[in-house]
């Protein structure tokens, strides 16, 4: 990969965010659950979809802080609409395991 500079790095805005709601997202290419996630006053409730089934459930992810890059243009996921990007990392089977702080932090936070 190409270096970037550290002004590149501070366009892409990554927050923390808390799970309210999930879903299975039958409808999807690969299995995948929908999302809606709080970001605090200043950025609002976001939705997105992600292919997260091999580690979480619906019922797993509600209330669990997650980061995500929250301004990327929505993005049309079949019938649903992504809002946000939610950010994690493959295991070695290749299932997603999400990103989020390892203790709590104000929903809304900025990474730096």
Do not use: C
């Not at 990969?1 to 999930?22: H, P, T, W, Y």
């Not at 999807?28 to 950025?43: L, S």
């Amino acid at each position: 990969m190409a270096d970037i500079s550290f002004d590149d790095f501070l366009k892409v805005d990554i927050r923390v965010g808390q799970v309210l709601r999930a879903e299975p997202y039958p409808e999807a290419r690969k299995p995948a659950i929908k999302m809606w996630i709080d970001f605090g006053p200043e950025i609002g409730e976001k939705r997105t979809s992600a292919q997260v089934t091999a580690h979480y459930t619906p019922e797993t992810l509600v209330g669990r802080q997650v980061m995500a890059v929250v301004n990327f243009p929505p993005r049309q996921i079949g019938k649903f609409m992504s809002e946000v990007l939610v950010l994690g990392v493959s295991d070695a089977a290749g299932g997603i395991v999400l990103l989020s702080p390892d203790q709590p932090v104000p929903i809304g936070g900025r990474m730096h």
